[in-house]
């Protein structure tokens, strides 16, 4: 079946921009995961959705990260007033019930502030 | 809080060669202990996972992991290296007080030779 599916897979923005990024999961995983992969911090746990709630969102940086996800399905991350700093890798992941099943992973979206 | 170490952020070895890649954790509960590839330009995918029971785990790709808990360590082996190994390796742990997060090691890059 279908993976989970990111876009844009590449997004060049300006600072001060805001962006949306989106994944959609695997069909019927309930849980939904967003990370951050960066040079300088590595692989960074952002947000954790279970259906439409958001149990977890102590990963996310500052005020200017916000995510939901409607349906039980799609989820967008969205970043306000892009920063330099903001520049990374941002991947998704799903799994069927959240803990202890693995995550799969999404190809990930490539941000690049300018 | 739970953490991860990968030593060795590189590794090279010749085709055919041994092949250890280097993980250990902490973590106050018993962990749930995963290893993800990473190809260039691509997502993660799982090669194996530890939860409960049998210590030693078979992945894919003929990689596996030896969870010993007296050493806090996780590491990840296969006899024999092949070209396509060549990858960025990650280690995670999850439990259950960090919920569904998984926490990564570093990441090493693997390297093989002809």
């Known amino acids: 079946g279908a993976g989970v599916s990111q876009s844009p897979s590449n997004k060049v923005t300006e600072k001060g921009k805001d962006v949306e990024l989106r994944c959609d999961p695997i069909s019927g995983h309930t849980a939904l995961y967003w990370y951050r992969q960066s040079l300088g911090q590595g692989l960074e746990f952002l947000i954790y959705?279970?259906?439409?709630?958001?149990?977890?969102k102590s990963g996310l940086p500052s005020d200017r990260f916000s995510a939901e996800r409607t349906g039980g399905s799609v989820s967008t991350l969205t970043i306000q007033r892009t920063q330099q700093e903001d520049s990374a890798v941002y991947l998704c992941a799903s799994s069927v019930t959240g803990y202890p099943y693995e995550q799969y992973f999404g190809p990930g979206t490539r941000l690049t502030v300018t | 809080a739970q953490s991860v170490t990968q030593l060795g952020s590189h590794v090279s070895v010749s085709e055919g060669a041994l092949v250890l890649l280097r993980c250990n954790y902490s973590?106050?509960?018993?962990?749930?202990l995963f290893w993800y590839v990473q190809y260039p330009n691509q997502g993660l995918q799982l090669l194996l996972k530890y939860t409960t029971g049998a210590t030693l785990v078979k992945g894919i790709n003929g990689f596996e992991a030896e969870f010993k808990k007296s050493e806090t360590s996780f590491h990840l082996t296969k006899p024999s290296a092949h070209m396509s190994d060549a990858a960025e390796y990650f280690c995670?742990?999850?439990?259950?007080?960090?919920?569904?997060?998984?926490?990564f090691g570093e990441g090493t890059q693997l390297t093989v030779n002809p």
């Open positions: 995670a742990v999850s439990g259950e007080t960090s919920g569904s997060r998984l926490t």
């Open positions: 959705f279970q259906g439409n709630s958001a149990p977890d």
């Open positions: 973590s106050s509960v018993p962990p749930y």
